[in-house]
C-alpha cells in the first residue's frame, strides 16, 4: 500500500508543481516599442553622465546637425552609435535620412594625433559612389565634432579608398573640406 502511495505522490509531485507556473491569455497582443537601432537617440536611462553631442544626418542633399544623448565617457565610438542609429520618426517626418547602411555591428575608432581611424564593415565600402560620399561626410562631420579629431580615416583589414565630394579617391585621412559641395547649408 505505502508502495502504491509513492508512486501516486511521485505522479501528483509534477503537477502541483506545475499548476502555478500557467500564464493567462492576452486580450489583445502587445507592440514591443524598443527599436535597438535608436537605443541612443533618446537620453540614456543609465547612471553614467550623459551630454548632447551634434551628429549629422542627410536632409534635401545636404548633411544636416541633430543632436543626440550620448554617454559622456563612451568618447567616439558613442558618437559612431548615434549617427549609425539613423533618424528618429519625428526626424524622418520632416526629411531627414541616413546614407550609412544598416549595421549589424557597432563601429569602433582609435585616435591618433587627431585622426580617427574607423573600422567599418564592408557593407559601407560596397555602397554606390554617390551614397558612399553621403556615408562617409556623415561620418567625418560626426566624429570631427569632438575635441582633437580633425581628420578621419576609414579602416576595413587595410585603408579604404574614399570618395570625396568632387568625385576623386583618396586613402589619405579627409576632413570637413573634403566634402564641401554637401556641408550643411
Not at 565600402?125 to 565634432?145: I, K, N
Request: one cysteine or more.
Amino acid at each position: 500500500m505505502i508502495r502504491v502511495l509513492r508512486g501516486i505522490a511521485l505522479l501528483l509531485v509534477p503537477l502541483v508543481c506545475t499548476t502555478g507556473c500557467t500564464l493567462d491569455a492576452q486580450q489583445e497582443p502587445e507592440p514591443i516599442t524598443s527599436d535597438p537601432q535608436r537605443a541612443d537617440q533618446q537620453q540614456p536611462d543609465s547612471e553614467q553622465a550623459t551630454t548632447q553631442q551634434v551628429v549629422y544626418l542627410v536632409r534635401d542633399g545636404h548633411l544636416a546637425p541633430v543632436d543626440r544623448w550620448v554617454v559622456a565617457a563612451g568618447g567616439v565610438d558613442a558618437v559612431l552609435r548615434a549617427v549609425v542609429g539613423g533618424p528618429t520618426a519625428a526626424e524622418q517626418a520632416a526629411g531627414y535620412q541616413s546614407a550609412l547602411p544598416v549595421m549589424r555591428t557597432a563601429l569602433h575608432a582609435r585616435i591618433i594625433d587627431g585622426v580617427a581611424t574607423i573600422s567599418v564593415p564592408a557593407g559601407l565600402v560596397a555602397l554606390g559612389a554617390s551614397r558612399q560620399v553621403m556615408a562617409v561626410g556623415q561620418l567625418v562631420y560626426s566624429v570631427t565634432e569632438i575635441d582633437g579629431v580633425d581628420q578621419v580615416q576609414l579602416d576595413n583589414g587595410g585603408t579604404v579608398e574614399l570618395p570625396v565630394s568632387d568625385g576623386a579617391l583618396t586613402s589619405a585621412p579627409v576632413d570637413r573640406s573634403d566634402y564641401a559641395a554637401i556641408a550643411p547649408r
